[in-house]
């Protein structure tokens, strides 16, 4: 009999992770036989976690929130879409070797064209956040889309320094920080608004992430990162005539791409969504 494929998450406060649901749903839809387990740890303990997965025969890792940034120094090699990022949300083991990847940059690509959001040199995006989840929404659309402007707030100001460094070639005077509190006199519209904080997630769900001074425009579009069903702010802007979407189709697009890397088999993205969230 052959041994259980072993998949895993590692990251932080997880006991509100749909992952397992997820990868158990691609198991049981690929026939592929295996196991999926939760590392929950705070930084200090990553790098044994990682060592533990490596040494137990584990083929793959995911990586989650708070971890995607600092897992980078405890893998052996990066490909180059997570080095561009500066984000690892996936990690690979094969031939004693840990490589750092980045499927976010996919399930981030897929869900924009999924929904059909406007593209265009007329249309202002405001990025909120700046940790390992925005800092791959930015490489995608500045990389891959036509924009006017790409605004990023980060709550602080070292985030924004970094990200002025890592993307002043590839953004030019496209790109735009600020740092989070910034009081502004003038109200500024933006045609996509992505939500790449914790807020509005299921620790927070009544939280706005929005700042006063950022309005939509009438066609806009509000996309979450986070996958709670309570989002207020998702339903809210729903409410109000606006196309809004939470994070579950990006998280469940980064998985399938995660899975087919690690097991070389294949799931349907819509197919798994659906029978993980319903609709």
Not at 139 to 167: C, G, H, N
Not at 240 to 254: F, P
């Amino acid at each position: 009999m052959s041994a259980l494929v072993q998949l895993g998450l590692v990251g932080q406060h997880l006991s509100y992770s749909l992952s397992p649901a997820i990868y158990n749903e691609l198991f049981k839809l690929t026939g592929v036989a295996g196991e999926f387990t939760c590392f929950d740890c705070d930084a200090p303990h990553l790098r044994e976690i990682i060592s533990r997965a490596k040494g137990s025969g584990f083929i793959g890792l995911a990586v989650t929130i708070p971890h995607k940034q600092a897992v980078m120094d405890l893998v052996d090699e990066i490909d180059a879409d997570a080095e561009g990022a500066g984000a690892v949300n996936a990690i690979n083991f094969a031939d004693n070797c840990s490589q750092g990847v980045n499927t976010d940059i996919f399930g981030f690509s897929y869900t924009l064209r999924q929904f059909g959001v406007h593209f265009g040199p007329e249309v202002n995006v405001l990025i909120l956040g700046a940790g390992g989840a925005a800092s791959s929404v930015a490489y995608v659309l500045l990389k891959e889309f036509k924009f006017r402007t790409v605004t990023i707030m980060a709550r602080s100001r070292e985030r924004v320094e970094e990200m002025r460094a890592r993307y002043a070639g590839l953004a030019g005077s496209r790109l735009r920080l600020l740092k989070t509190g910034l009081t502004k006199s003038n109200r500024e519209t933006f045609d996509l608004i992505i939500n790449a904080t914790p807020l509005g997630g299921p620790n927070a769900p009544d939280a706005n992430p929005i700042p006063k001074w950022a309005d939509m425009t009438n066609t806009g579009t509000y996309f979450d990162l986070n996958y709670n069903a309570d989002n207020r702010v998702v339903q809210k802007m729903q409410d109000r005539g606006y196309r809004a979407y939470d994070g579950s189709t990006m998280l469940v697009a980064q998985a399938v791409r995660n899975f087919e890397l690690w097991t070389g088999h294949k799931g349907e993205i819509e197919t798994v969504r659906r029978a993980v969230f319903g609709g």
